[in-house]
């Protein structure tokens, strides 16, 4: 055995394991000050997010040849009894000092307005005042509607004044973002030190993870921030938000799995040292696979359309990698280094009996060994009837509207400003043509339902021509970030590109949405059996077997689709969100599968391994008496980490983290301990074909698999 320890003992011998937190300080040393940096390496601009190849994008590349990308923050006033003269004259000289700004990258000279909504007893106006979108811009966007607000306040006067257009909803969105990651690290620890703290119910035992696990952000962190400067990879604030999250939650799993093998070893062994090193030979083929499966899972996104989603994956599965690796090297070596006092106040001394043996697991597992086909025919048949309501998901886009869990000063202003003109004003069209059919292309824009005819103006700052194409913009009667207003997009790209010899295209912030909509239907598409692919792949190599593998991979999409059906139930009817995001099952999927996918590796290894032994019914009883309060605990933990999403004041960060966490606690209360257990006793051996194993010998299982689970014998690992 030593031979075949050799490994583990690399990492807790009683040298090595001073060695292995040596290497870790020196490295964290190096890559924390470079951590906290990551949020300045962040691209959150338009191109970021969307598909490079969309015709929006391509239009929102050559609008910079005209001028720098701007977008406009739009200062609304109305008064519901009409403007008096003292507010025109107030919003007169609001325009006047608004034209003299140019801080945050505020462009003054250019302000446009006051527009009045009618010409005689005005009740609103707006005045427009564009901000420059450079590399600072997405930093900057909310110091500039800032001091845009310094200026416009009106104090108590009774005078409603709200900034809103694309520069008031991004300022926005950037408060929102900002502190993401101190906000997620603070709950996602909060969550972990709790659920810790009731797991191991020992104060100091929790310490442990919840710095090597901290270590692993870190270090990530940095790692990701050397990418993201130096060799082009794409973070923004969504892949910052979510690898906070995947870092926790999967380093804290791996730490359970290793600390109930580790404490099993600590009953078996007197010296520390030699009960790691087995817990780590027995337990580091189910980590390694769980680890694996995640990261290639996550690197399947960089088949993806979309920006945003394409630069998640490597930000992911680089998060998980490193978590993997030091929840298998950091933490088994501060574990030894502290000794079984760690564990106070119930130590595991040498020779005392296991507790999980005789538990509620065990009597889970002798309980479903009686009638298991009957367990799992009404297991799945109730996750089917949950799947029912997907009827109820709406996963075609959020509206600014109702993307913040709250109402923000941007959308108020946006509700009053479509109260008083055309809904569409304040985020354009934007249309590039060659100039020789230029005037047929206006003339087809104007033409178009949806588009206000005498709003087509070449913006101020443009050039009027550049190397032969030309510039200008329209505004369109219904919200721009509606659906009638995506389909107004579709009808202009027809009009446009029906003329001869224009080479027209149609871009600006509806165009945007329109192809991120398309693009990421294409990658649900593609990503979801990729992904699928890969996890049957692992599953396959790790047990050795087809029939295992694909009635797994069958039970985590029944437990994905249940969980979505349910997550659409609660939206509609309990937290009233009005929809989901085009993304939303990608990810809700992705997270799912590949963790979810990990309690199941947790127990079939823990199976397969008590099968060599004492035969494959009386196995599952025994492993999931083995597994089954870790495999809880750390399905708590993850779903905890993920609901920290909520916190966010983001309806899209709330509606992932809801449908995650309640995926993970479906998979882990149902799918795995129910569902899997009541197959695998059902199925019998023939489940591990066509590996030899499905020939098992009668004699290797003389015992009922429903009685009573004995104690385990010090065994190698299944072969």
């Known amino acids: 055995m030593a031979g075949r320890r050799g490994v583990a003992h690399l990492v807790c011998g009683r040298r090595a394991k001073w060695l292995v937190l040596a290497l870790w300080v020196v490295v964290l040393f190096l890559t924390a000050p470079f951590a906290s940096k990551l949020t300045d390496a962040q691209d959150n601009d338009a191109a970021s997010w969307l598909p490079g190849s969309a015709e929006s994008t391509q239009v929102l590349e050559t609008s910079q040849e005209f001028r720098p990308e701007q977008i ?31 801080a945050h990258g505020i462009r003054g000279a250019e302000t446009r307005g006051p527009v009045y909504d009618r010409p005689v007893d005005p009740r609103a106006a707006e005045i427009f005042v564009p901000i420059t979108m450079d590399e600072q811009g997405w930093q900057r966007i909310a110091p500039a509607v800032a001091s845009i607000r310094d200026v416009v306040d009106p104090g108590d006067s009774g005078l409603a004044v709200h900034i809103t257009g694309p520069g008031g909803t991004s300022a926005d969105f950037s408060k929102a973002f900002e502190g993401i990651d101190s906000t997620l690290l603070l709950a996602a620890m909060g969550v972990v030190v709790v659920m810790l703290l009731i797991t191991y119910r020992s104060p100091t035992l929790l310490v442990v993870p919840v710095l090597a696990v901290v270590a692993a952000l870190f270090t990530a962190q940095a790692l990701i921030y050397f990418l993201a400067t130096h060799a082009g990879l794409t973070v923004n604030g969504q892949s910052a938000g979510i690898l906070t999250v995947l870092v926790f939650g999967a380093g804290t799993d791996y730490a359970l799995l290793l600390v109930a093998r580790y404490r099993e070893e600590l009953r078996r062994h007197e010296d520390r040292h030699e009960a790691m090193a087995r817990a780590l030979h027995r337990a580091g083929p189910a980590v390694l696979a769980s680890g694996a499966t995640v990261v290639l899972s996550m690197l399947m996104l960089l088949a993806a359309e979309m920006n945003s989603t394409r630069g998640l994956g490597p930000v992911a599965a680089i998060g998980v990698a490193v978590a993997l690796l030091a929840m298998t090297t950091l933490f088994p070596a501060l ?12 130590i ?26 009957l367990v799992w025919a009404v297991t799945a048949l109730a996750l089917a009837v949950c799947s029912l309501g997907l009827i109820q998901l709406r996963a075609e886009g959020i509206s600014n509207a109702d993307a913040f869990t709250g109402t923000p000063d941007s959308i108020t202003g946006q509700r009053v400003s479509q109260k008083y003109f055309p809904a569409g004003s304040g985020d354009p069209l934007v249309v590039v043509s060659d100039v020789a059919g230029s005037g047929r292309v206006k003339l087809a824009v104007a033409r178009t339902p949806g588009v206000v005819p005498t709003s ?24 721009a970030d509606s659906e009638a207003a995506k389909q107004t997009v579709e009808r202009v790209r027809d009009a446009v590109h029906e003329v001869p010899g224009a080479d027209a295209q149609v871009g600006g912030g509806t165009a945007a949405l329109l ?97 060599a032994h004492q035969g494959t019914r009386r196995g599952v009883v025994t492993g999931l008496a083995a597994t ?27 509606e992932i983290g809801f449908a995650v966490a309640l995926g993970v606690l479906l998979d882990t209360f149902v799918v795995r301990s129910v569902l899997v257990t009541s197959l695998f006793l059902d199925i019998g051996p023939k489940i591990w074909w066509p590996h030899r194993s499905a020939r098992e010998s009668p004699a290797i299982a003389p015992k009922d698999p429903a009685q009573p689970v004995e104690s385990a014998e010090d065994r190698p690992p299944f072969a």
């Not at 550049?466 to 369109?476: C, K, N, R, S, Y």
């Not at 995001?581 to 997270?591: I, K, N, Q, Y």
């Open 72 to 102: 406009p923050a739009v200062v609304v006033y109305a008064r519901d009894g009409g403007l008096t003269a003292g507010d025109r004259a107030r919003i007169t000289e609001d325009a006047a000092r608004l034209r003299g700004l140019t």
């Open 335 to 346: 574990l030894v280094i502290c000794g079984r006092w760690i564990f106070w106040p119930v």
């Open 348 to 373: 595991p001394h040498h020779g005392s009996a296991d507790p999980t043996e005789r538990g509620v697991w065990a009597r889970t597992g002798t309980g479903i060994a009686r009638r298991p086909r």
């Open 456 to 479: 087509l103006t070449r913006p101020p700052g443009t050039k009027p021509v550049h190397e032969g194409q030309v510039l200008f913009e329209a505004t369109m009667t219904d919200p």
């Open 515 to 611: 192809d991120m909509d398309k693009a990421t239907t294409h990658d649900n598409r593609l990503i979801i059996p990729l992904v699928l692919g890969v996890v049957l792949l692992i599953l396959c190599a790790l047990l050795r077997a087809l029939i295992a593998p694909l009635l797994l991979v069958g039970t985590v999409i029944l437990s994905f689709t249940a969980a979505l059906g349910l997550s659409a139930l609660a939206f509609r009817h309990l937290f009233d969100y009005a929809g989901e995001s085009t993304d939303f099952p990608l990810f809700v999927f992705v997270f799912l599968v590949a963790l979810g996918i990990d309690y199941n590796i947790f127990l079939t290894t823990r199976i397969r391994e008590e099968a």
């Open 628 to 654: 089954g309060a870790v495999i809880t605990s750390a399905g708590l933990v993850l779903a905890g980490t993920f609901a920290a999403l909520a916190t966010l004041p983001m309806v899209a960060f709330a």
